[in-house]
């Protein structure tokens, strides 16, 4: 049987608009200290928010380690994510995006939360 470790690493920054339904997705830099929901796919993240912050408000995000996360789609255990549009972790699959982190577990369908190895300082760009 397997556990949710969520050790890792986290930082807090503050939310740019109303972040409370962006919770296990990745979110992005938007200013100095600032996140924001994704607005588009092939945006580099940050990290995965681990809260539910308005705007304003401190926005916890885990930047490395094991966490849960949002998926978009049913995804394997063992597949590289990406962030899509909407901050949900997705497969990697296209050139130019960036890979985020490693799944652990599997998911059936949208919308449903997969446990993944994110690296969020050091992603790397697919070719």
Do not use: K
């Amino acid at each position: 049987m397997s556990t949710l470790d969520v050790g890792g690493l986290t930082r807090t920054f503050t939310a740019s608009g109303d972040l409370s339904g962006q919770q296990y997705r990745f979110v992005r830099l938007s200013a100095s200290d600032t996140v924001a929901a994704f607005s588009s796919r092939g945006q580099r993240p940050a990290g995965v928010l681990l809260n539910d912050p308005t705007d304003g408000q401190a926005a916890l995000v885990q930047i490395m380690g094991v966490c849960e996360i949002e998926s978009d789609e049913a995804l394997a255990a063992g597949v590289t994510i990406t962030p899509s549009a909407d901050g949900q972790a997705t497969l990697l699959d296209t050139t130019g995006d960036y890979a985020a982190g490693l799944t652990y577990t599997s998911s059936s369908a949208s919308p449903s939360r997969v446990v993944a190895a994110i690296d969020c300082v050091t992603p790397w760009i697919s070719a």
